[in-house]
């Protein structure tokens, strides 16, 4: 049974830990120190690889749940149109190399985040297949778009 929570992380975790809910899906880092310290045990992560943070967590696929990839993801998005100094590809560029930076780098991934600094064609392809698959998702589950 599906039990909504207010709060993200904090009210998911705290419902297992107290036993009113048997599981939950959360982000890595926010549970971490929870697997870390033994609170909470990792049954599997829903990328499509293993996540370095957690390399002995299989994947849902490994776990034998077919195509399950889930992902929480973040993007740098404008209006169409957008420019600076006429030259768009130069602000790409540095939002690309400063995702690259080894700090950065090093930040996302104490997160669990893995870095993928690419061209707005390819995030506009992933968006678009991501919005196809939870469409498709939404319509085999009778779920009405408000």
Known sequence: MHVPYKGALRG???????????????????????LRDGALRALAVSSERRNALLPDVPTMMESGVPDYVV????????PAGTRENH?????????????????VTAAFAKLGAEVQPG??????????????????????ASIKVE
């Open 12 to 34: 998911r975790a705290t419902g297992v830990l107290g036993g009113q809910v048997q599981m939950f899906f959360g982000d890595i880092g926010g549970t971490l120190p929870l």
């Open 119 to 140: 061209r707005p064609e390819d995030f506009g392809a992933f968006l678009a297949a991501e919005t196809q698959k939870w469409s498709t998702v939404a319509r085999s």
């Open 71 to 78: 992902l929480t993801y973040i993007g740098v998005v404008a």
């Open 87 to 103: 030259h768009p590809a130069s602000s790409i560029a540095a939002i690309n190399e400063s995702l690259v930076a080894p700090e």
